[in-house]
Structures are given as C-alpha cells and as structure tokens.
C-alpha cells in the first residue's frame, strides 16, 4: 500500500510513527498533558503513562500495523518550528472491503486551531489515492470537539450504536457516532 513517510500539508506535517525512544519522550510529555481532556474519550490514555509504554505503542501497534499493511499511524509536527501537536492514523485497514477508521487526537495546549481537520484532509486524500472506498470515524455522541471535526470534514452520519461501550471514565455506557466518506464522495 505504500503510504508516504512524510505527508506535507499547510501549518503541519504528518511524519510516519516510527519507534524511538526519543519520540516515545516526546509523545508521553503531550499526552501527560493532555491526561484530563484525552481520558474521557480514548481509553489507552489509562496506561499509556511512561515513554516505555509509548515506545510499547509505537513498536508493537505502529510498526507491527504498518508492516502487515493494517495501520498507519502518523505524529503530527507542527510544520513551524516541529512541536508535536498529537496524531492521527488510518487503522482498521479491512483489503478485501477497502474501508479503515481514522483516529485522533490533539494535544491540549494545541486544540483550536484547525490542525486536525488539516490531518483528517491530508491522510484521506492519501487513502482515496490508494483506491479505498469508505473511511469511518467513530466518536462518542458526546464527545463534541471530535464531533466537529468529522461534521467539518464532511462526513456522513450513519448512525448511532446505543451504550455500545463503557466510558473510560465513568461506570455508564455511552453510545457511539459511526460517521462515514465514501470515494464517490471524496472531493479532493
Ligand atoms: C478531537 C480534537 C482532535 C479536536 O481538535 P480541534 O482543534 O477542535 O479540531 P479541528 O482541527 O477541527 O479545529 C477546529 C477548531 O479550530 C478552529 N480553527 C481555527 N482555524 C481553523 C482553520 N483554519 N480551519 C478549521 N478550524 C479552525 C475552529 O474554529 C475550531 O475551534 P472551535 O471549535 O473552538 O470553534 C481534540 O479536541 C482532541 O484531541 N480531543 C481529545 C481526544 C479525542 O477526543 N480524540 C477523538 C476521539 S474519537
């Protein structure tokens, strides 16, 4: 499939997650930051609290994904001086459909500024390139920011899944937006 090690966009750029411990430092400092607002909506962020644990991710979900052609996950530098703003990937990667999910998310400090909707346009325009036909982001119905980004985007909603999972945070179930881009869609 072959995507690109380096996707250059306007204010960012996504740069492939390889695995250093370098970056492993970089990305636990963001997410300690960002601890309180990521907590709610993305479960890892329970464990992921040393940068052994991020080099754990990048390691054995961002290469392993990446060489067996079912994830790519890119850090997102803020093309201006190279702080890291978060990440976003293209996972779920299903051949036989030609379909994934995007995920995402910002660091705090970094939210506000368009970045992600940049990083949700650049990598689909690298998955409709490469001949996919659907891409999925799925959100909690109350997770409003993220809601945005995929409304901005353009993405379909398809539904909701009632109470589908647990809340990280609280003993409740919560339901889930499924949106949706289709190739015929795609506007480049
Ligand atoms: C979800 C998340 C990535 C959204 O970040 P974001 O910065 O709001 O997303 P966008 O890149 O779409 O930026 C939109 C915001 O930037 C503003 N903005 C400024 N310049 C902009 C531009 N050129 N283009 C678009 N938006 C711009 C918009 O007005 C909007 O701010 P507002 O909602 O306060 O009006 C972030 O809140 C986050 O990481 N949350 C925690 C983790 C999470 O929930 N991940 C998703 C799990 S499903």
Redesign the pocket.
């Known amino acids: 499939m072959n995507f690109p090690r380096i996707i250059q966009g306007e204010k960012i750029v996504l740069k492939r997650a390889d695995a250093t411990f370098k970056l492993a430092e970089e990305l636990v400092t963001a997410v300690d930051e960002s601890r309180k607002?990521?907590l709610p909506?993305?479960p890892w962020a329970l464990n992921n609290k040393t940068a052994e644990d991020e080099f754990g991710w990048l390691l054995n979900w961002c290469e392993k994904n990446r060489k067996e052609n079912v994830g790519y996950a890119y850090i997102i530098r803020k093309k201006d001086g190279g702080k890291l703003l978060?990440s976003v990937d293209f996972m779920k990667i299903n051949k036989e459909w030609k379909s994934g999910e995007i995920?995402?998310?910002?660091r705090s400090s970094e939210?506000?500024?368009?970045?992600?909707?940049e990083a949700v346009r650049l990598l689909e325009k690298e998955v409709f390139a490469r001949d996919f036909n659907r891409i999925t982001i799925?959100?909690d119905t109350r997770?409003t920011?993220?809601v945005?980004?995929a409304k901005?985007a353009g993405y379909h909603l398809d539904g909701i899944l009632r109470q589908d999972r647990t809340s990280p945070t609280e003993n409740i179930f919560v339901d889930t937006n499924i949106w949706s881009k289709l190739k015929s869609e795609y506007k480049g």
């Open positions: 607002d990521l909506w993305l978060g995920g995402y998310w910002l939210v506000g500024h368009g970045y992600m909707q799925l959100n997770n920011r993220s945005n980004v901005r």
